[in-house]
Nanobody
Framework: EVQLVQSEGGSVQAGGSLTLSCAAS????????MGWYRQTPGDECELVSR???????YTKNSVKGRFAISRDNAKNTLYLQMNTLKPEDTGVYFCAAPRSRDGELYIWAVCGNRFVYWGQGTQVTVSS
């Protein structure tokens, strides 16, 4: 059984930093495409960053230079380092991995859809 267990989020002031982690079991972080989504006010999930199984990364334009995705294969854990946070970064962040070995994490997704494994979600609040 695959489980993705996320760390606690937090509340920070604008300009602050947070690191989210996602500990995986039942799949290998090193061999899997994994990523981070943020839930929109319309309850869709927008891809913030993705680490593909072939080690190619994607980062949403609005967070480039501020957010960095990484993985620790030994700990089987995915991370999202968030720096210079802005109020518009506020939201619930989900760790995700495709259920199918050849599956993808698309830019937009229905949060909780059955084609993806999802973490439990982590609230990040950035105040101005």
């Amino acid at each position: 059984e695959v489980q993705l267990v996320q760390s606690e989020g937090g509340s920070v002031q604008a300009g602050g930093s947070l690191t989210l982690s996602c500990a995986a079991s039942g799949l290998s972080v090193a061999d899997s495409t994994m990523g981070w989504y943020r839930q929109t006010p319309g309850d869709e999930c927008e891809l913030v960053s993705r680490y593909s199984s072939d080690a190619i990364t994607y980062t949403k334009n609005s967070v480039k230079g501020r957010f960095a995705i990484s993985r620790d294969n030994a700990k089987n854990t995915l991370y999202l380092q968030m720096n210079t946070l802005k109020p518009e970064d506020t939201g619930v962040y989900f760790c995700a991995a495709p259920r199918s070995r050849d599956g993808e994490l698309y830019i937009w997704a229905v949060c909780g859809n059955r084609f993806v494994y999802w973490g439990q979600g982590t609230q990040v609040t950035v105040s101005s």
